[in-house]
C-alpha cells in the first residue's frame, strides 16, 4: 500500500518530533557536561573538560558506579540460570499451571516499578524480616531482568525445534550431554543478547531500586537523584548522566546487532 504525499510528510513530521522530545534533552544533558557554568545556564557560556576529571575522582560517584555493575552482574548472572531453565521448562513440557508460571514471570516487568517495589520492601521487611540490602536489591532487580533472557531463550527453543535433541537422545545421549552439546551451542547468542539487554535494565533501575535499597548502599542512578540539586554538583551529575546512558545503551546495541546478525544468517 502506498501512502499518499500529504500521508508521508505528515508520518515523518510526527517521527520527528516525537524523536526530538526523546533525545533532545539528552543532547542538553550531553551539552551541559561540558559547559563552564555551574548552575546550567542556556545556551552554555563556554566549554571545559573540568567536570569530567573531577566526576571520576569523585568518591560517591565512582562507588556507586561499582555498587550498580555489582547489581547487575549479580541480577544477571541470576536471571540467565533462572530464565534458561524456566523458558526450557514451559517450552520443552507440559504441565498443569503451565500457562499461569509463564504469565507470573512476565508480570514483573508489566507491572508500575513503583508497586513492584511496594511489594518487595514488605515481602522482605515484614514476612522474611530481612534487612535491606545489596542483596535485596540483586534480588529485586532478578525478578525483572528474568523476563529478557526467559523471552530471548524462548523465542531460540521454539524457532530450534526438537528434532535435534531428539536425534541425539536417539544416539544414547542423556539428558545433560544433549544440553552441553546440542541445546546450549544454539542458545549460546540468544543468552548473550538477554544478558546485555538484562544488565542494562539492572544498571539504571531506580524506583525498584528505591524501596528495596538500605542504607549505606547507593546505586548509581540514587546517587544521580541525590546530588541533581545540590549546589555545584548539576555539572558532576550531567557527566555521570551520560556515563550512565553510555552504559546503558552498549549492551542494547550489541544485543540488537546479535539479533540482527542472526536474522541475515537465517
Known sequence: MRLS???RVTLGAVVAIVLALVYLPLFIVFVNSFSTSQNLTWPPPGFTLEWWGKAFQNAGALEAIGTSAQVALAATAVSLVLGTLISLALQRYRFFGRDAVSLLVILPIA???IVTG???NNFFRTILDVRLGLVTIIVAHATFC???VFNNVLARLRRMGTSLEEAS????AGVWTTFRFVTFPQLRSALLAGALLAFALSFDEIIVTTFTTGSGVTTLPIWILNNLFRPNQAPIVNVIAVVLVLVSIIPIYIAQRIAGAEQVQK
Not at 169 to 172: K, P, T, Y
Open 146 to 148: 528474568i523476563v529478557t
Open 111 to 113: 507491572l508500575p516499578g
Open 169 to 172: 537422545a536417539d544416539l544414547g
Open 5 to 7: 504525499r500529504t500521508a
Open 118 to 120: 511496594i511489594a518487595l
